[in-house]
Structure formats: structure tokens, C-alpha cells
């Protein structure tokens, strides 16, 4: 009897134990939209610069997701050789790969994203300074004031990032962005000294780097 006691207590144990590993949770499935706080804290802080950056992912797969970003940016920057406006929209659109082995229930991201941005823009040259080798005469500035339209520019672009839910469905975002230009369209006799979207532009380089943070609410279709 004793022996078919402690029988029937080991298999319901090994039951129990079976059932708690067979658990699954399933997990949220739907749009999920934000805004980059960044761009909105620079606009505020910084009189040269307006600007604004929405943000979206979908889950596709358990750690797989299809995202993306679209946004605008105007740089009226004025230096002490150069002056210029650049001013235009942005596409980025590619995935995330979470590589955060979330316990339970929860929801959090670290991922590797990549990205191909495009940007349309326009660029107005409006004052320069003429290169000389010497400080002994005084340096001859050239207004211009011409306005290039029609720029265009292709990037690739990979993210480090995290997302971490902090409330049901609300998520705070942050990552970091490593860029290199593809190919661009520049104004005649001149350069893009910024594109949006990419960021500052240099002769000696095609990369660029750039960093987002803010936050994100995702609508929730269904769970599998």
C-alpha cells in the first residue's frame, strides 16, 4: 500500500511539472507607432534646426519584425565659412531581429535592425567663403543665395537598439545608427553638406551615424 502511495505522489508530481513546462505563452501580435523624442528635444534646444520622426514596427515572427521610419528635417546652419538650408522628407524601411530572451510574459527587445533610407530634399547655398592659403589678405565672401531642388540620396543603414515595456502596450525606444551612403544627388559645382535623414555629410566619407530615442504604443490585432 505504501508503495502504491508514494507511486501515485511521484507520478502526480512528474504530472505537474510536465504540465508547468508545457506552459506557452503567447504573444502580442500588432502595429506598433511612436515618436523620436530626440528630434522634438533638438527643435527645441537648437534655433538652426526643425524637426520630426515617426516611428513603426509589426511582428511577423516571435523575434522577427518588419519597421521602419519616416520623417522631416530643415538645417538652416550658419558657419564662418558657409552658410546653407537644407530641407526635405525621409523613408527608412527594413527589419528588426530581437535577440532578448524575454521570461514569462514578457515583451522587451534588444535588436539588430537594418534599414534602406531614401531622402528627397532641397539645399539653398547662401553665402561661402573662398579657400586661401594665407591670413595676410582679407578673405573674399561670395552670396549666392541659389536654391538646388530635386536632391535625392540612398543609404544603408544598421541599428542597435532597445524597446522595453514599461506599461501595457507602451514602450520606451532607444538606439544607436551606423550609416553609409549608397549613392546621392548633388547640386551642380557644389556638395550636400546635409541630407535628412542620413545627417551631416563629409568629402572624405560615405558614413554617417545618428542615434533615436523616445517612445512607442503598440495596438495589439491578436496573440498566437
Not at 8 to 19: C, G, Y
Not at 105 to 127: E, K, P, V, W
Not at 131 to 136: H, I, P, R
Not at 153 to 159: D, G, N, R, S
Amino acid at each position: 500500500m505504501l508503495i502504491l502511495l508514494v507511486g501515485l505522489v511521484a507520478f502526480s508530481q512528474t504530472q505537474e511539472k510536465t504540465a508547468v513546462d508545457s506552459v506557452q505563452y503567447k504573444r502580442t501580435y500588432g502595429l506598433r507607432l511612436g515618436i523620436d523624442a530626440a528630434s522634438l528635444i533638438r527643435t527645441g534646444i537648437d534655433p538652426e534646426y526643425n524637426g520630426f520622426q515617426i516611428l513603426g514596427d509589426y511582428r511577423i515572427k516571435n523575434k522577427l519584425y518588419i519597421a521602419g521610419e519616416l520623417g522631416n528635417e530643415n538645417i538652416d546652419r550658419n558657419s564662418d565659412r558657409i552658410d546653407f538650408k537644407t530641407s526635405g522628407s525621409y523613408f527608412k524601411a527594413g527589419i528588426d531581429y530581437n535577440l532578448y530572451q524575454n521570461w514569462l510574459d514578457m515583451d522587451n527587445m534588444i535588436y539588430f535592425g537594418a534599414r534602406l533610407g531614401a531622402s528627397n530634399f532641397s539645399q539653398t547655398l547662401l553665402r561661402y567663403d573662398y579657400a586661401q592659403d594665407n591670413s595676410y589678405f582679407p578673405v573674399f565672401t561670395n552670396a549666392v543665395d541659389r536654391e538646388f531642388k530635386g536632391l535625392t540620396a540612398l543609404w544603408l543603414e544598421i541599428q542597435l537598439g532597445i524597446k522595453v515595456e514599461v506599461l501595457p502596450n507602451l514602450y520606451m525606444v532607444a538606439n544607436v545608427q551606423l550609416k553609409r551612403m549608397i549613392t546621392e544627388k548633388t547640386p551642380d559645382n557644389f556638395d550636400n553638406l546635409y541630407v535628412p535623414g542620413f545627417g551631416k555629410t563629409y568629402d572624405t566619407s560615405e558614413i554617417g551615424v545618428g542615434y533615436t530615442y523616445g517612445i512607442m504604443y503598440r495596438i495589439p490585432f491578436f496573440k498566437k
